[in-house]
Structure formats: structure tokens, C-alpha cells
């Protein structure tokens, strides 16, 4: 069943933009409009996600500043923050508002800057991520996202069996995937031998191993399907969208691989759906880590658990494979600016259900699964649209 | 409405890793948890009693992590299972899962205490 619908969508390429945020979102969410055929005064709300503008460049309380750039009068504007899943809440609360006839139209989406164009280094950049670790149990030991991907994925490899070969598979898929992606902030061939080769960053994540700290902005318009029906923008409809929540610190979860949270909100969603994953015809996956994906690829029920990463090095996870993750380069190649990870995300399978996707398209794609996941896995948002017929 | 005070604070839990404690919660139910909170995490009762934890413990996963953040230095953390509970600790050594590891106190960088876990001498 339909549940809200997306009539329109936007990007700014993914990779360093030296703007004002307001001006950065602005190069997404007036081309998600003018691709919904809708006017500024037809939106009844901004949902809108940030995640770190207040540590990374002085700036909070953005709501207000990006709805009056935008020229959205006095209707309500507000911001989520769910570390990188946060315009994915954010699009949550936009399809229950609209199914539940609160509102008919809400501009949903999301901006982040987190390379050096914000004056952070490496080190300082890393520790703002690392704020999304538990301030009392995890910060004081110096854990780093990659390091909490990384201990997972450790525990992956111990009980299946899963290599580094394996691992660089991915990231030599995804690079691919990219090259096709205009809006990717990276696309190029890469081998196993040049991923196994690059200086470590957590031990088994080497640099290709890593997604890259990206600057971006990402946008949709979501409306009911009664007013869908009445724009220009061609609807893809949302089906479901699943939403849990893990325990932290990462040490109490009860399984290091599992991603409790990610089979769950699947599970609600293709329930939502009256789906199976077996009617999935690609994935868009919260690949923050190589090892990530393989994570996510199982925790979706796409590939068997431990096989995550045998099916990647086999190529059945490729573009024209058994099932397509991250056709659009994923965190990994296309890039991830946090705050718009999420709608990025949906954008890309709005265009794909469309068969708008050019280069990168997906064939006979009718249906389409995001995953966007926060923290350490602890927010996870899982969302199925589909095409309309 | 009366309620219960909690047996124990993140301030009970940090001077007890300062004195060289490990210091937990067990709930009427069974489960044991390694970090105060309010609450049961398996079941929800907020009949909950501190407890110390084991000191030695199984390596469940780890990392070296060679880009720290600000304020750190490289070095490996783990998830160590005291048998009741687990905790992510900083590791002294070189350890590999499934190693055995003993508690050896605190270790404060930038303002915050985290305990600490060396391989356990054969």
C-alpha cells in the first residue's frame, strides 16, 4: 500500500563545497521542486536534517534560516538530528505527517559540510563523528567510527570467515558504481591489490575501506498520492518505512553482527510493503564501511547471513547482478555529507524507479530498498518505494 | 510518586574504575549490565542492585585504530566479555579475539577515565 508518494528530488553533487549551508541546501531543494512541479507556497513544512553544524561550523537553529532562504513563509520548519541517519528520520516524520493528513506537502531533506572546506582537519573532523559515540562509556576510549565498524566486522570475519579480499570487493564495486554517478564525489577503477595496499585506518579498514568525509545537500518532496496525482513531478510511491532503535554502548548490543535494528526496521517495512526480499530489485545501503555493506546486505534479508562478503567478491551484488547494492556508488564512492546521507538515499531511488538514472541505471528496476543507519548501527531506517504504474 | 534512587550514577561507576573496580548492575531478572542506567536493558524493571564485575575477561572483538581522534592517541580498544556483561575497553598489549585479557585500571585521556585490559599472563 502507498503511503505517502515522492514527486520530486534534488541533489548538489556530493564531494567539497565552500558555501554558507543555507546556500548548499538551497542547490538541492529548489531543483527537488522544480522536478515536483510544486511552488514554494504549496509546501506546508520543512523537515530538515543536520547533524553537526553547531560543532562543525557555529551553526544551529537552521530551520528557520533555511526556510526563510527558501522563501517558505511562515509554515513549520524543523530539524532532526540522528547522527548519519538523520534526513532519514527526518523523512519518516514527513510520510506519517502526510498519510496521516497533517500536512500534503513537506519539503524533506538534508545538508552537511565535513571535509576540509570547513577549516577541520582529519583529527578534529573525527572527533565531531566521534560524538556519536557514547560520551561516558565509548568517547573516553578513543573509539572512532571506523573503529566501531570495524570491531564489528572483526567479529564478522571470525564467525564466517569473511576476508579482506572480500571486504575490498566492495569498495572496488562501489568505485565503479560511481564513475556512472554524476553527482558522486568519487568515481573511479580501483583494485583489490590498490584497497589491500592503502594505509590503515582501523585494522581491517584500510583508506578504501573508509567512505570519504563529503560535503553535500539532498532533497524530495513528499505528498499524498490524491495530490500526486495533480503535479507534473512523476511519483514514486513509499511503501514502507521501517524504524528501530539498538541498545548502546555498542559492547551491551546483544550480537556485534546482527544489527538488530536493521532486520527489524526491514522487517516493518516489507511488512508495510507485502513484500519479501526476494522482490527487492536493488538496495541503496548505509556502506559507511566496506564492512558495512556486508552487514546490511544480510541484516535486509538480500544475501544469506555470513555470505555478505563471498557475494560481493562474486559479483552478485553488482550493477546487472543477482541484486544491485549502492547502483549509485553508495557512502563509500558517492560520498557521505551525514545530514544528507538519508535523502540522498531516497533521491537516488526515486530516480532509478523512474528509469531516470542514466548511466547507472538499474534494468527493470519496479522496486527499491534504502538503508540508513545512525551511530553505531543504533538508529536504523529502512524504507521500500516502488514504481507507479 | 516516589521512586527509587539508582543504585548507581556514572559517578559511582567512574570512582569505582579510578579505585580499580569494575562496577555493574544486576537486575531481579538476571541480566547484569556493565554501564549504570536506570533501567533493566532485558526487561525494563528499574529493580536494579550494583554489583562488581569480573575482572578478567574474553576478547570479543578488537581494533587497532591508527587515526585517533583529536585528543587521543592510536592504540586498540575492545569489547571484552566479563562473563555477565561486556564492556569496550582500551587494550594494553596485543590481543586477537578470543584472547583472555585482565582488568588493569584506568586510563584518562582528555578529562575521562575508560578501563583498561592487558593479555592475562599464562
Known amino acids: 500500500m502507498t503511503r505517502a508518494t515522492v514527486v520530486g528530488a534534488g541533489m548538489t553533487e556530493f564531494g567539497q563545497h565552500d558555501r554558507p549551508l543555507t546556500e548548499l541546501f538551497a542547490d538541492a531543494a529548489i531543483p527537488a521542486l522544480a522536478d515536483a512541479g510544486v511552488g514554494t507556497d504549496e509546501i506546508d513544512a520543512l523537515y530538515f536534517g543536520n547533524a553537526m553544524g553547531g560543532q562543525t561550523e557555529t551553526d544551529t537553529h537552521l530551520a528557520p534560516a533555511i526556510g526563510t532562504h527558501l522563501g517558505l513563509g511562515g509554515v513549520p520548519c524543523q530539524r532532526f538530528e540522528d547522527a548519519c541517519a538523520t534526513s532519514s528520520t527526518a523523512f519518516k516524520q514527513a510520510v506519517e505527517a502526510v498519510e496521516a493528513g497533517v500536512h500534503d506537502t513537506v519539503l524533506v531533506g538534508g545538508v552537511e559540510r565535513c571535509t576540509p572546506a570547513t577549516g577541520l582537519d582529519t583529527a578534529a573532523m573525527t572527533e565531531v563523528f566521534a560524538s556519536a559515540t557514547h560520551r561516558q562509556y565509548e568517547q573516553p576510549t578513543g573509539l572512532t567510527f571506523p573503529g566501531v565498524f570495524a570491531l564489528f ?19 572496488v564495486k562501489n568505485h565503479r558504481h560511481g564513475k556512472a554517478n554524476p553527482y558522486a564525489h568519487f568515481g573511479k577503477d580501483v583494485t583489490v591489490e590498490e584497497v589491500l595496499e592503502g594505509p590503515t585506518v582501523a585494522d581491517p579498514f584500510r583508506l578504501l575501506d573508509c567512505c570519504p568525509f563529503s560535503d553535500g545537500a539532498s532533497a524530495v518532496v513528499v505528498t499524498n498520492p490524491e495530490r500526486a496525482e495533480t503535479v507534473a513531478g512523476e511519483p514514486v510511491a513509499v511503501a514502507g518505512v521501517g524504524h528501530r532503535t539498538g541498545t548502546v554502548p555498542l559492547a551491551e548490543k546483544e550480537s556485534l553482527t546482527a544489527t538488530r535494528p536493521a532486520r527489524e526496521a526491514a522487517t516493518e517495512a516489507y511488512d508495510q510493503a507485502g513484500v519479501d526480499p526476494d522482490a527487492i530489485d536493488l538496495a541503496e545501503v548505509h556502506d559507511c564501511f566496506t564492512g558495512a555493506e556486508v552487514l546490511a546486505t544480510e541484516a535486509l534479508g538480500l544475501i544469506e547471513d555470513g555470505r555478505g562478503g563471498p557475494a560481493a567478491a562474486a559479483g552478485r551484488t553488482e550493477r546487472g547482478g ?26 537516488e531511488l526515486t530516480e532509478q524507479l523512474r528509469g531516470a538514472a542514466g548511466d547507472r541505471q538499474v534494468e527493470n528496476a519496479t522496486r527499491g530498498v534504502a538503508h540508513n543507519l545512525g551511530g553505531d548501527a543504533a538508529t536504523t531506517v529502512v524504507t521500500v518505494m516502488e514504481a507507479v504504474a | ?121 599464562n
Not at chain 2, 550514577?9 to 579505585?19: F, G
Not at chain 2, 541480566?31 to 564485575?53: D, F, H, I, N, Y
Not at chain 2, 585504530?65 to 582500551?90: F, N
Request: contains cysteine; negative net charge; charged residues 25%.
Open chain 1, 153 to 171: 566486522t572483526k567479529r564478522h570475519m571470525h564467525e564466517y570467515g569473511t576476508t579482506e579480499e572480500q571486504l575490498a570487493a566492495v569498495a
Open chain 1, 322 to 347: 543477482e541484486i544491485p547494492v549502492n547502483p549509485s556508488g553508495g557512502l563509500k564512492a558517492k560520498g557521505h555529507p551525514i545530514g544528507a546521507t538519508g535523502t540522498g538515499q531516497i533521491a
Open chain 2, 1 to 121: 510518586m516516589s521512586e527509587r534512587e539508582p543504585p548507581i550514577t556514572y559517578a559511582d561507576w567512574r570512582q569505582a574504575l579510578e579505585d580499580d573496580a569494575l562496577l555493574g548492575l544486576e537486575c531481579r531478572c538476571g541480566a547484569v549490565t556493565a554501564t549504570p542506567k536506570r533501567a533493566c536493558p532485558a526487561c525494563g524493571s528499574r529493580e536494579l542492585a550494583a554489583r562488581e564485575l569480573p575482572t578478567t575477561g574474553t576478547v570479543d572483538s578488537e581494533t587497532t585504530i591508527a587515526v585517533p581522534p583529536a585528543g587521543h592517541d592510536s592504540g586498540t580498544v575492545a569489547v571484552v566479555d566479563l562473563g555477565p556483561a561486556r564492556l569496550l575497553g582500551r587494550i594494553d598489549g596485543a590481543v586477537e579475539i578470543g584472547d583472555r585479557v585482565v582488568f588493569a585500571g584506568a586510563r584518562t585521556a582528555d578529562g575521562e577515565p575508560a578501563p583498561v585490559f592487558e593479555p592475562e599472563e
